[in-house]
């Protein structure tokens, strides 16, 4: 139990264009994800929390115009990024609580390999 | 801020040996640490997490409070145990998880 699956695996765009990365949760409902970066070699930094039927809540420094978050059901969100350049190519990773169980525990999808031409 | 540190990137024992994997947090309440771990070609899961107080694959970790550490240890490590260990803290009340900068454990033959 307890899966997130993190959609698509990979994609490479042109620069300019926009982005859509889908986060499920397959076998629970998540009234909060979250959506992390991780650059090569480094530590994964949280982007953003997404709360279900709200807005999502930004860390410090993280445009929200850029990386738009839609929380739109118990066990769908989408991380959009906008008008992507070069800089945005990154690995995007989400997670999710299931308050089934303990109610700190993450489970992290795959994540996305963002590549901006 | 609330900070997570993992002093070594790099870790490299022999099979069998002991292993230790250094984090330290900075968080003045009662903090919950957890390590993750990332195998390769892998997703990040789960290892174990403070307020447990379990075993899993041979590792244990305790929070000592009075040094502000949560290693993690095994005493007799495998070539399975070859991995990303990241150890994260909790922010109370946000539920966001601070993680630190990660160890690349490597399990020599």
């Known amino acids: 139990g307890a899966v997130v699956s993190q959609h698509p695996s990979w994609v490479i765009c042109k620069s300019g264009t926009s982005v859509k990365i889908e986060c499920r949760s397959l076998d629970f409902q998540a009234t909060t994800m979250f959506w992390y970066r991780q650059f090569p070699k480094q530590s994964l930094m949280l982007m953003a929390t997404?709360?279900?039927?709200?807005?999502?809540?930004?860390e410090q420094g993280v445009e929200k115009d850029k990386f738009l978050i839609n929380h739109a059901s118990l066990t769908l969100s989408t991380l959009t990024v906008t008008s992507a350049h070069p800089e945005d190519s990154s690995f995007y990773i989400c997670s999710a609580r299931d308050l089934r169980k303990a109610k700190n525990i993450q489970y992290f999808g795959a994540g996305t390999r963002l590549s901006v031409l | 801020a609330q900070r997570v540190t993992q002093p070594e990137k790099l870790l490299s024992v022999f099979k069998g040996a002991p292993v230790e994997l250094k984090c330290n947090y900075s968080?003045?309440?009662?903090?919950?640490l957890f390590w993750y771990v990332q195998y390769s070609r892998q997703r990040l899961q789960l290892l174990l997490r403070?307020?447990s107080r379990e075993s899993i694959k041979g590792f244990t970790a305790d929070l000592n409070k009075g040094e502000t550490s949560f290693h993690l240890k095994k005493p007799f490590a495998q070539e399975e145990d070859s991995a990303m260990y990241y150890c994260a803290s909790l922010i109370q009340g946000a539920q966001k998880l601070v993680f630190g900068q990660g160890t690349r454990l490597t399990i020599n033959p």
């Open positions: 997404s709360n279900e039927g709200s807005k999502a809540t930004y």
């Open positions: 403070h307020i």
């Open positions: 968080y003045s309440g009662s903090p919950e």
